[in-house]
């Protein structure tokens, strides 16, 4: 029976392998030799429809780009897009999130706004690029018709899609009203999980709810903060869509920069609108740059919030007992 039991657990081990099997073909396939074939391109002068045998390598696409003022504006654009969306957003999320999870207030249909703030994020980005740009499409627009109506847009001709500024904080808003309930739901499940007591002994203490705010509920939710802007940072890093079907990245401003052409729109540019010399290893090397970035960026951010983010504090080295203490 014992033989029998053993090789039972040992067929179960095999269907274990057979489920998880689909997802490391579709890795390997659609994701990691992808990966490895622009890494390889990125050290050759790979351009348009040429033969790969013909290429030859060379180093010069990464220090071009070093220098190249569309590329360093491209990273410009993209922290600036990123910035003006994710410190609003956690910041209302906290806001929204603290009043849905208070005990005293007691929100009736929290639920309810919960799943509308969280539909956006259900909408593709596509869709959302489309309906934002009719809405605010010069001069049929419906909201700006109604702006130029308040005095908001004080010049009749004015074009939010052609303003660098005004591209720039659309884009965000955009991105701001997409991932605003996602975040919000993110720290509202991790403040419910907060055991009460800490704020019944906080009360009893004295303390006001800002100070528990800052005393109790931060501190306790600094590994999902930490993963909020973890998550925010690459998906703001590799920002697409949005720019690309707003404006296609533009408007062009003063020296021929562009406004919102973010580091992914710039690969797709340099890759696949080319022409007949699309330069695919430019476009290569953007890619890895933008690994390195998000690499970066995010090591300091892990560095800042230290072990302490996932509950793993540092122990105190304590003094090792010498052999006399040992042998008496």
Same mark, same amino acid.
């Given at each position: 029976m014992a033989l029998f039991a053993k090789k039972r657990k040992l067929n179960y081990g095999i269907y274990g392998f057979i489920f998880v099997l689909p997802f490391f073909v579709v890795f390997l396939i659609f994701q990691l030799y992808p990966i490895l074939y622009s890494i390889i391109l990125s050290f050759t002068n790979y351009q348009g429809f040429m033969d790969v045998k013909d290429a030859t390598f060379t180093f010069s696409q990464y220090t071009d780009l070093i220098v190249n003022p569309r590329f360093l504006q491209s990273i410009v654009n993209t922290f600036i897009?990123?910035?003006i969306n994710f410190v609003p957003q956690v910041v209302v999320s906290f806001l929204f999130a603290a009043l849905?999870?208070?005990?005293?207030?007691?929100?009736?249909?929290?639920? =309810? &706004?919960?799943?509308?703030? +969280?539909l956006p994020n259900i909408v593709t980005a596509a869709s959302v690029a489309v309906l934002f740009k009719n809405l605010f499409n010069y001069p049929d627009g419906i909201i700006d018709k109604l702006f130029k109506a308040m005095g =908001? &847009?004080?010049?009749?001709? +004015?074009?939010?899609?052609?303003?660098?500024?005004?591209?720039?904080?659309?884009?965000?808003?955009i991105q701001f009203w997409r991932y605003f309930g996602y975040t919000l739901l993110i720290l509202a499940a991790a403040m419910m999980g907060i055991n009460p007591t800490y704020y019944e002994a906080a009360t009893i203490d004295g303390a006001s709810k800002v100070k528990s705010f800052f005393s109790i509920t931060l501190p306790l939710l600094r590994p999902i903060v930490l993963y909020t802007l973890i998550t925010s940072l690459v998906g703001g890093l590799q920002m697409f869509e949005i720019p690309y079907l707003i404006c296609d990245g533009g408007p062009m401003m003063a020296g021929g920069r562009w406004a919102t052409e973010t580091i992914s729109v710039y690969i797709y540019h340099m890759a696949f609108e080319g022409g007949y010399t699309n330069d695919y290893a430019l476009a290569s090397a953007a890619s890895v740059y933008l690994f390195l970035i998000v690499l970066v960026f995010s090591f300091i951010t892990f560095k800042f919030f230290g072990d302490q983010a996932f509950g793993l504090e540092k122990k105190e080295k304590q003094p090792k007992k010498s052999k006399e203490k040992e042998d008496v």
């Open positions: 897009i990123w910035m849905f999870t208070s005990v005293n207030l007691k929100m009736k249909g929290a639920g =309810v &706004f919960k799943i509308v703030y +969280y =908001v &847009f004080s010049d009749p001709t +004015y074009n939010i899609v052609r303003d660098a500024w005004g591209t720039r904080i659309l884009i965000s808003f």
